[in-house]
């Protein structure tokens, strides 16, 4: 099945730092999502980025299909911008199915 | 606007109690709905999608199932609880035609 490997597994940051999150899948894919997972627990849409680049505010994100990976650059972090990050790829076989990274556990210190 | 909502919260039972949490989704009709199961310090695992009233698949063999009894209801049952069957259970659904998926807040499961 499709691998979805995220990178680094864990970043600390101080805040007001960039950082760029990795996500590598090993086949191709329908689409990807970005989510960010507060420590409450609630998952949140960051972006659907099946390819190109969006950006909403300090988050950009990246997808190149063709070479399989995804990038999540978050700029001058915060500290409500902990938590962990996850990617998920889609993989559609009559309905939409999204495999999921292992997350970047990200702690932003004030 | 649509929203999701998952009941209990937070949830303690013992090995061999039964389970039962439920997902409902409000603002749209005939969504396809999910459920994911997150280990500890893990990614999301899918456990059961529908895509209509009474329609379920599984996507891996375990101890729980799960039911659709009205369009927008989702409800994820197990007879008798094992340890390994706790985690944090998310419902999600998704429109019909569409990718994006949409999580609620889950339910914290332990079991003891």
């Known amino acids: 099945g499709i691998q979805v490997e995220q990178s680094p597994p864990d970043l600390i940051l101080q805040e007001g730092a960039n950082s760029t999150l990795r996500c590598n899948f090993s086949?191709?894919?329908?689409?990807l999502q970005w989510f960010h997972q507060n420590p409450w627990g609630q998952l949140i849409n960051l972006f659907y980025?099946?390819?190109g680049t969006k950006q909403n505010g300090r988050l950009s994100a990246t997808t190149v299909a063709t070479e399989r990976y995804s990038l999540l650059y978050i700029s001058s972090s915060q500290t409500t911008d902990s938590g962990v990050y996850f990617c998920a790829v889609l993989f559609s076989g009559g309905y939409n199915k999204l495999i999921f990274g292992a997350g970047t556990r990200l702690a932003v210190h004030p | 606007s649509q929203t999701i909502h998952q009941w209990p919260a937070t949830l303690v039972q013992p090995v061999g109690s039964p389970l039962s949490l439920e997902c409902t989704v409000e603002g749209t009709s005939n969504p396809n709905l999910y459920w994911y199961r997150q280990a500890a310090g893990r990614g999301l695992q899918l456990l059961f999608y529908s895509v209509g009233i009474g329609q379920i698949s599984s996507e891996v063999p375990q101890n729980l199932s799960a039911s659709r009894p009205q369009d927008r209801q989702f409800i994820l049952s197990s007879k008798k609880l094992l340890l390994s069957d706790s985690g944090f259970y998310l419902c999600?659904?998704?429109?019909?035609?569409?990718?994006?998926?949409?999580f609620g807040p889950g339910t914290r499961l332990t079991v003891l």
């Open positions: 980025i099946p390819s």
């Open positions: 999600a659904w998704s429109a019909v035609g569409t990718d994006t998926q949409y």
């Open positions: 086949d191709s894919v329908n689409n």
